[in-house]
């Protein structure tokens, strides 16, 4: 396969990191590929800009950080503005309507999903909308199943929050379906 | 898929690891970027049967951890750059009453509380020089969540083995950094128990006399035995003493029971080395970046190799003169301004060959920084 560098940013809270998290676990646990996920942090535990880092490959991998991702989130305007200058030519940049507004063309394919509202549409609550972003992502880079991605869940998550996470990467796997 | 495969941070693997090794007593104060292994322990301790306190402070936690270590534990505390100052009096302590106990380290930018969120490698020198005195230390690293595991068993077997305080120096990108660790099932890792006196009760026991082949034995303190503990210059009953003969032979004791065995406390690994003109020599976490610079220049075809070194203390000057003799170049990276590239200098034929490749600004070296000083290096400009 292909090196795949991801990097995932948005606002603390968002769960940006708990999705590159469960992204990485899934590719390493369950499709036996290579992975290494990583973070910049900063002080703040909610606001603040957010960026987590991740590599997925079938070799070996080194460096650990991202400096050109082929596939780019952003989740919040913010995160847009710093980030998407440094995408990949020919990769792939996805934004959320209700947060990012784009204003220039980047060369990368843009994906602007309205994960927010479907989110709030189908489910009505807002704490899934990573996980959400995570189906796209997967619908849009065929990355992993999302059955492995259901089997990480089912381990790390709450089992209450089990059945609205399972319809929140379904619904984000839709989305992605539409939008290839 | 296995149990055993973990997707985990470096930190969780040090604990992890720590759990494996036989810990079960722990005391430190969280600090980024280590917390997450004060957090991973005060889950899984517990669970155990062990025991974990959070201390009001890092010299409160070395002493707990050197008081359980007498009693009979294998213990460990963690800790960053701040808190390792902190520490170094009871750093001390440990090796004049040779107590085994893991420290680790997991460097931060520096000094001070500097960058508590980012990287550096800045206290390699502090960790055999910090506390006062002479001694000599083990200071173990690592490149990656597996190795982390380990080294981190590797050293409580050293601690054990030579009744010494024994430091993991991590850094913030290992700490941090999420990868596949697979947990060893039990045995795999021969670990060292520690060794205990045959001496019967109510018969004198000497805490402080060594065997015949070096090692000294103990009984867990507040046991069967009486004795004394101190860090002042001691005899063999643990009695303060000025006897100078006594004196210089405790001194020669603490330091040659480290110096005599680089080679079995030595670890290392070597990439592409046997043709070599250009040796990178790193540690940690910069050994992915260099190691990433390695691999892509040998695809072009030039002979660039890397030497990584696990063991930062004692230093394996003979490993690093033997393996760098054929070198044109050499190049260390390290996060400082430079600590253990002096000690290459020294260990190497020709010092005027070996240069610095390093960051100081908190951000983690990439393949394209060693590339920039590696073509000043080779001649080629800027």
Known sequence: MERSRLVFSGSGGQGVITAAIILAEAAVVYENLIAVQSQSYGPEARGGATRSDIIISDTEINFPKVTQPNILVCLTQESYTKYSPIVRPGGMLITDTRYVKTYKRVAARQKELPIYYSVMEKIGKPIVLNICTLGAVIALTGLVSPESIMKVIEKRMPPNFLNMNRDALYLGLNIGEDAK | MSENIKFIQGNEACVEAALYGGLDFYAGYPITPSTEIAEHMAVRLPQIGGKFIQM???????????????????????????????????????????????IVNVQRGGPSTGLPTNVGQGDVMQAQWGSHGDYSIVAITASNNQDVFNMTVHAFNIAETYRTPVILLFDEVIGHMRERVDIP????????????????????????????????????????????????????????????????????????????????ITRYKEYCMDDAELVLVS????????????????????????????????????????????????????????????????????????????RIDGVFISPTDIRNTLRVIQGKGM
């Open chain 2, 283 to 358: 540690y940690g976490s910069t050994a992915r970046s260099a190691l990433h610079v390695v691999n892509n220049r040998r695809k072009r075809g030039e002979r660039l190799g890397l030497l990584e070194l696990q063991t930062l203390w004692p230093f394996p000057y003979s490993l690093v003169k033997e393996k760098c003799a054929k070198a044109s170049y050499i190049g260390v990276v390290e996060l400082n301004m430079g600590q253990v590239v002096q000690l290459v200098r020294n260990a190497v034929d020709k010092p005027e060959r070996v240069f610095l490749i390093n």
């Open chain 2, 56 to 102: 009001e402070d890092e010299i409160a936690s070395i002493a707990a951890i050197i008081g359980a270590s007498l009693t009979g534990h294998k213990v460990m505390t963690a800790t960053s750059g701040p808190g390792f100052s902190l520490m170094q009096e009871g750093l001390g302590y440990a090796v004049m009453a040779e107590i085994p106990c893991v």
């Open chain 2, 185 to 264: 099932e039990k045995g795999e890792i021969n670990l060292v128990e520690r060794l205990k006196t045959q001496i019967k009760t109510g018969v004198d026991f000497h805490p402080y006399l060594p065997r015949e082949d070096g090692r000294l034995p103990m009984s867990d303190f507040g046991g069967v035995h009486r004795y004394n503990v101190t860090g002042l210059a001691h005899d063999m009953w643990g009695f303060p003493t000025n006897d100078p003969q006594i004196v210089h032979g405790l001194l020669r004791h603490l330091v040659d029971k480290i110096n005599n065995n680089v080679q079995e």
